[in-house]
């Protein structure tokens, strides 16, 4: 599986607004929605928050990945945000949140789930890609970046 497999160039947030983890969840929600306009916006917020509760998807190193799962849906679905100026998210490091990629998967889907999350951790653990994609403009060089280096995995 590649990660552009689940993150449609549409579902990418160049710059993202909110200042607050909630105000985040909510645009990477809006992203998601770009693709799957049937996923319940108030239903995935609240598993997301439960799952936060259990710990923050901030794993450090500025990156965050939030996740949950809905039994409406039939697979994995994608987005990805920035910040440059970065976000508390309570990451496990402490220091700011700049980057984001939200991932949603049905309820009875566990390892593709466990695999998906694997695969943007490594991705965003490679200190160049991060740098990368903290210095270009816009969504199409966001995708360009993840596409160039989804090739390599």
């Not at 809905?70 to 402490?94: C, H, N, Y």
Request: aromatic fraction near 4%; glycine fraction near 8%; charge should be negative.
């Amino acid at each position: 599986m590649k990660i552009l497999d689940i993150l449609a160039v549409d579902s990418i947030v160049p710059e993202l607004k909110g200042r607050t983890k909630k105000l985040v969840l909510e645009e990477l929600i809006d992203a998601v929605k770009q693709n799957k306009p049937n996923i319940d916006s108030d239903r995935l917020m609240k598993v997301l928050l439960e799952r936060e509760r259990l710990g923050s998807t901030g794993i450090g190193d500025g990156i965050a990945i939030p996740h949950g799962k809905l039994k409406d849906i039939d697979d994995l679905v994608l987005s990805f945000g920035r910040s440059i100026e970065g976000i508390d998210f309570e990451s496990m490091d402490g220091k700011p949140v700049h980057l984001f990629f939200l991932l949603v998967a049905p309820e009875a889907c566990a390892g593709i789930h466990l695999r998906a999350l694997a695969k943007i951790a490594r991705l965003l653990k490679n200190g160049t890609v991060r740098k990368r994609l903290a210095k270009v403009e816009n969504r199409d060089d966001i995708f360009s970046i993840i596409q160039q280096e989804d090739e390599d995995f």
